[in-house]
């Protein structure tokens, strides 16, 4: 099993940039990777799992919302 690990830290980036920045990113990565996706963007609550889902990527469990922190965990699929 795959459970390579990437922290993908878009705090303070106003939308739609951690939603661009996260499909870039997963773009890049190994297959099987989980990424976890940090930002603070309300609307990202929304759109980041949106867009990821519609991309072909898994959400391995639903957004989160920790304090003003938006945490994503997404696996790109092997």
Do not use: H, W
């Not at 939603?19 to 890049?28: I, Q």
């Not at 963007?41 to 938006?70: D, N």
């Amino acid at each position: 099993m795959n459970n390579k690990m990437y922290l993908l830290d878009l705090r303070g980036e106003p939308c739609p940039y951690p939603v661009v920045f996260s499909l870039e990113t997963l773009k890049k990565l190994d297959k099987g990777t989980i990424v976890e996706i940090l930002a603070d963007c309300p609307q990202s609550f929304i759109s980041v799992p949106e867009e990821v889902l519609k991309a072909g990527y898994e959400m391995i469990e639903a957004p989160q919302k920790i304090g003003p922190t938006l945490r994503f965990l997404v696996k790109i699929p092997n």
